[in-house]
């Protein structure tokens, strides 16, 4: 094909045709600058939309840590009431107990003439003073003493014969014993 069309004419078609084609490649980049903003701004709102989810599960943690450390307080205060309670009744003499073992550990035929117990006497050495009807007894007392665990140390310090005819428990004894605290 022979071109037959002026030289002007030409210029002009191939601009036109150039003109067609800019038209086309900024129709394109003004799709793509479009997608790329509406891309970022989504991305934005999910971005901004997890960062209060995220503030507001750390205010959820901060608020379960605070709670979890009122909480270990209040566990570490019941813990040392409890152990302190424990140290209190630990050291506590149940003077019933002492009195009762002490008539336990008596044989028949023995009576006490005087039985002192008070704090001070817990785990100390105390004199007892007991009437028996017969001096026998006395050894029986001494074996029943021993074998208790309320007591230690035990010494017979004095067996007596008063023979008298008058009293039902003529033999005097006389013992020494330790009354452990921690059995009482």
Known sequence: MINLLPEETKKQLHAAH?????????????????????TCGLSYLLLSNNKSKLEQLEENSQSTVSLFSIAQKQLDTIHTNISNAKN?????????????SVAAALP??????????????IGKS??????????????QLKD???????????????VTNTNSSQSAYPVVVSISVTIIKGNS
């Not at 009744?89 to 019933?96: A, G, I, K, L, R």
């Not at 028949?108 to 006497?121: E, M, P």
């Not at 105390?126 to 050894?139: E, G, N, P, Q, Y």
């Open 144 to 158: 029943n003493f021993a074998k208790s665990p309320l007591f230690s140390n035990f010494v017979l310090q004095s």
């Open 108 to 121: 028949t035929g023995i009576i006490i003439d005087k039985l002192t117990v008070n704090n001070a006497s």
């Open 126 to 139: 105390m004199v007892i003073t007991a009437h028996a009807k017969t001096a026998d007894l006395a050894s």
């Open 18 to 38: 150039t003109n067609v084609l800019l038209v086309k490649y900024l129709g394109f980049l003004g799709i793509a600058v479009a997608f790329l903003v509406i």
């Open 88 to 100: 209190i009744m630990d050291q506590q003499v149940t003077y019933s107990d002492i009195i009762t």
